[in-house]
């Protein structure tokens, strides 16, 4: 089956760092992609991988290891604006995206 | 408009009812998708349409139907709405499939 494990919760301190982790296995594999989600708003875009290796943002760096099935999202010099759920998506053999539930991550001053 | 919108943005609905939630984007994305969102699950893809003329399933597709009868409209019916149908649709759209989506504001549904 197709299935995407990242963590339920994460809580981080105002100008911390901070590594989201996002497992995943699907039927092929087409990019791995990361969308923001703040409380009652609609997902938006951060970022995308399709080849190993970190791809680096702003603020915001995203790692693939297509061996490892494996990703993460980090998140640099955190504020408060960056409390919200970080979804990881997976693109499979016929490109639709599987989705993780989602990390709800807490930024505390 | 720019960018993807939804109507109607709430709406409670008597179980046995039919109901349209329609989708429009002024982005000239070929690729639409209907997604639910359900606590403490992923987004779950319902149908898409890869571009203009042609429809697919998603993982969740029944009680569910749509149409593209052009690139900018999208509508997803539910024929005869029932309680597990409760939940937040986002409508979303891709230049082309695999590229980055943009999703629409959403609509929460209750079904009751």
């Known amino acids: 089956g197709q299935n995407i494990d990242q963590p339920t919760e994460m809580t981080a301190t105002e100008g911390a760092i901070v590594q989201i982790n996002c497992t995943y296995q699907t039927s092929g594999f087409n990019g791995l992609f990361w969308y923001q989600q703040h409380a009652g708003e609609a997902p938006t875009f951060l970022s995308y991988?399709?080849l190993d290796g970190l791809e680096e943002k702003g603020r915001f760096s995203s790692f693939l290891s297509r061996s490892k099935g494996y990703s993460y999202l980090l998140l640099k010099e955190l504020q408060m604006k960056d409390s919200a759920s970080y979804l990881c998506?997976?693109?499979?053999?016929?490109?639709?995206?599987?989705w993780g539930a989602g990390t709800k991550l807490i930024i505390k001053p | 408009i720019a960018g993807i919108t939804q109507a109607p943005t709430s709406q409670i609905l008597a179980a046995g009812r039919r109901m349209t939630l329609r989708c429009t984007q002024d982005?000239?994305?070929?690729?639409m998708y209907w997604y639910r969102q359900d606590l403490g699950l992923g987004l779950r893809l319902i149908h898409y349409?890869?571009?203009?003329?042609?429809?697919g399933k998603g993982e969740v597709p029944d009680g569910y139907s749509v149409s593209r009868a052009n690139t900018d409209d999208f509508p997803l019916t539910l024929a005869s709405a029932v309680p597990s149908q409760t939940s937040v649709y986002f409508c979303a759209s891709s230049r082309e499939e695999n590229n980055e989506q943009f999703f629409g504001p959403g609509t929460r549904l209750t079904v009751l």
């Open positions: 982005m000239r994305h070929n690729a």
């Open positions: 349409s890869n571009t203009a003329g042609t429809t």
């Open positions: 998506a997976a693109s499979d053999s016929n490109y639709q995206l599987i």
């Open positions: 991988n399709v």
